[in-house]
């Protein structure tokens, strides 16, 4: 599904990533984990096509295709789906209209017939059940005035909907309390398959003991310094990363 | 950045309306003085009361400057160089047939058939080409409810009492530099009637179009609704792609009598002027103001501004009788050199008036946008409410939004609210879209017209569909 070889990337010359190796079989989920500053997100970013970022060595492979020149838009549609650590507010957009856009896009991309507003009513009012979302946050413009939980579990509303192969979470546990937490875990969990890749980004062991992820990854300045299984959550948690360190 | 090019990119598309019809025109040679004054109102065959005030329009401009307070910059206008009068040789048709196939050809490249609008939208289509009125449909429906929609040169003939009595009553000519002008070198344009107690059974709606070469184009609009009446009058523009500047001063006069209702919709797309030099384009000034007269009157004015390389207009509501309410509805949008000087003034007389006013600014490509607008509440007014809301979104990191709201309180129970907010599409919103599977071109619509979308629902439906799109269209080459 994905593959990850030697990549190094850096932002305003300043060297970021430094050799990172992963690969993600169909199915698996993996999780990351690492301090502030670490190049978590750089990764999540650099994945789904943000601006901004140089890669100097290395390549990111997926379906057996670099995606490294393609634009965000085609690698969202040829699957890559990112939950932002901070969704981003539209006004004056609705949240139906957009979803429905973002779909039919989607849809278009795989030679299916677009739904019209009757057809996407009804499969978004299936879906919003999973993240117990209310109706009428969909009528509000995307983002806006949604509180931190909203926020993530519209994120997650975003990702069932789309449906996409790869799903990035970035911080999606951030914010969060043990309600809306594990809310978000189980729409997740829901959504796995023996199809389904996952790469989850966090701080802390509380979502993966929901999720609990196939390979655990720990991300120290830039390389991946040890990998495991969900044991390694537990020491990490309870030693701290300071050990890892050189 | 891969996103400003796409911005660019949507941003540079052409010009489409920029093509230019091959119809022999007859024309005035250029230049300003009272025997072109005369020539204009013979070959009209004007009454001598209508000379006479184009004369005194035409001295009094004589001894007035061009405003200077506007936030636009412009090369000076030669108004010797401008020749103002300009006409198809063929008039008076009896019917569509008889219109130059070329002309229809070229209204057809506008998505705007004339047999088509006859047949579905129940339109009456009074179709201005340059400066005489080739076609008017519909005349025996309006004529059933005695209303009158007719080119204005026509009206000084059939409605002459009519036409005596409102002509420069709601814009003397001495208001202001254009409007001068305008009164002393009318060429035509249309004149609106509703008797009391009519509703108008459908939109009234009128093309106009700049089409002869370094030709001015004055028209004169004046729509009168009488006692318990309602009139709802659609204006559209595009025009054709020149390299001189075309100067454009149009005045528009509305008169709503007691519980009158009249809806003024604008959409204007006339030639910006070349992307890259802003070369070429339509120089906009017009002066559009209506009177709520009577009491409970209402006037509402809806545009939706994307062309022309200068923008100068503020519609205005003067309300006279108690009760009535005035409205103004704007998008304006400056892309590329494009500059946008556009407002409203509300001036309340009359007890328990009202007035709202909602506009939208768009800015991108090194484009320039004005909010200018004056709400003035006179000692009279008692209980008289004001709501303004002006927004501006920018787009691109060239551009620039101001406002400047100038508000006039003179009595103490009068209620005013302004808000105002300025934002930009941001690198972040788009990739948020992309990252979605939308692409940026989309987003950016999506985005425009979620910010327009309280503008357009006051739009009448064919229009708001048009404005939609014409919001595309212009806004290509801007966003990434």
């Known amino acids: 599904m994905l593959k990850i070889k030697n990549l190094h990337a850096s932002i305003d010359g300043k060297s970021i990533l430094k050799g990172i190796n992963l690969n993600i079989k169909p199915g698996e989920m993996h999780a990351i984990m690492g301090l502030n500053g670490s190049g978590k997100s750089t990764l999540a970013n650099i994945i789904s096509g943000r601006e901004g970022y140089a890669i100097t060595k290395g390549d990111v492979i997926y379906q057996n295709e670099s995606l490294l020149e393609k634009s965000p838009e085609t690698r969202a549609l040829d699957g890559v789906f990112m939950s932002f650590q901070y969704p981003v507010v539209i006004p004056g957009v609705n949240m139906t209209y957009f979803l429905k856009a973002a779909l039919n896009a989607h849809r278009k991309h795989r030679d299916e017939e677009e739904l019209d507003a009757i057809g996407f009513l009804k499969l978004i009012r299936e879906k919003i059940k999973a993240v117990d979302i209310d109706e009428k946050y969909l009528k509000r413009a995307v983002n806006d005035g949604f509180s931190g939980g909203e926020k993530k579990r519209n994120e997650i509303l975003q990702m069932i909907t789309l449906e996409p192969k790869l799903s990035i ?24 398959s023996s199809e389904n890749s996952f790469l989850v980004i966090t701080h802390y062991q509380r979502l993966l003991n929901y999720l609990k992820p196939d390979f655990i990854h720990v991300l120290i300045d830039g390389k991946i310094v040890k990998s495991g299984d969900m044991s390694l959550a537990s020491i990490l948690e309870e030693k701290g990363y300071a050990w890892l360190e050189k | 950045m891969r996103e400003q090019k796409i911005i660019s990119e949507k941003l540079n598309k052409e010009y489409e309306y920029g093509f230019v019809t091959e119809i022999e025109q007859e024309t005035i040679p250029p230049g300003l003085n009272e025997d072109v004054i005369r020539n204009i109102s013979s070959r009209k065959g004007e009454p001598e009361w209508l000379l006479k ?30 020749s103002y009068f300009s006409a198809p040789k063929k008039k008076e048709l009896k019917s569509l047939d008889e219109v130059d196939p070329e002309l229809l050809r070229t209204y057809d490249k506008l998505g705007i058939p004339l047999e088509e609008q006859k047949m579905l939208s129940g339109v009456a289509v009074d179709a201005v080409f340059d400066s005489v009125s080739i076609a008017t449909t519909f005349k025996e429906e309006l004529k059933k409810h005695g209303v009158v929609f007719t080119p204005f040169s026509k009206a000084v003939h059939s409605h002459p009492e009519l036409i005596q009595k409102y002509l420069g009553s709601v814009v003397p000519y001495t208001d202001n530099y254009f409007a001068a002008l305008n009164s002393a070198v009318f060429s035509d344009g249309s004149f609106v009637y509703i008797p009391k107690g009519v509703r108008c059974p459908m939109e009234l709606s009128t093309y106009f179009r700049i089409n002869a070469q370094n030709t001015g184009q004055f028209e004169r609009t004046l729509i009168v609704a009488d006692d318990d009446s309602y009139v709802s009058y659609l204006e559209g523009c595009t025009a054709p792609q020149r390299d001189e500047n075309q100067l454009h001063a149009a005045v528009v006069e509305l008169v709503a009598h007691s519980n009158a209702k009249i809806k003024y919709s604008t959409v204007q797309n006339w030639y910006p002027g070349d992307p890259e030099t802003g070369k070429g384009g339509i120089y906009n000034f017009v002066t559009k103001r209506g009177i709520c007269k009577g009491d409970y009157a209402k006037i509402s004015w809806t545009q939706v501004e994307t062309g022309s390389a200068v923008t100068w207009k503020y519609p205005s509501c003067i309300l006279k009788g108690d009760n009535t309410v005035g409205e103004f509805y704007s998008v304006a949008m400056a892309n590329h050199h494009q500059q946008a000087d556009t407002g409203t003034k509300m001036i309340h007389i009359g007890k328990n008036t009202k007035s709202t006013i909602i506009s939208k600014g768009i800015s991108a490509g090194k484009g320039q946008n004005t909010y200018r607008g004056e709400v003035k509440i006179m000692k009279d007014a008692e209980n008289a409410r004001n709501f303004s809301q002006c927004d501006s979104i920018l787009i691109g990191d060239q551009c620039g939004a101001h406002t400047f709201p100038y508000i006039d309180v003179r009595n103490p129970s009068a209620q005013m609210e302004h808000e105002a907010t300025t934002s930009s599409i941001g690198e972040d919103q788009l990739f948020y879209c992309n990252q979605r599977g939308i692409s940026t071109e989309d987003a950016v619509s999506m985005i425009v017209n979620g910010f327009c979308k309280d503008v357009f629902a006051e739009l009448p439906m064919e229009f708001a569909m048009e404005a939609q799109k014409l919001m595309e269209v212009s806004l290509e080459g801007s966003v990434g």
């Open chain 1, 169 to 192: 979470l970035d911080e999606t546990d951030s914010g969060l309390d043990i309600d809306a937490l594990k809310i978000v875990a189980n729409g997740v969990n829901q959504y796995r």
């Open chain 2, 53 to 82: 005030w184009r004369l005194k329009a035409y001295q009094h401009w004589l001894k007035m400057t061009e405003p200077k307070w506007a936030k636009i910059n412009y090369k000076p206008i030669d108004y010797q160089s401008i």
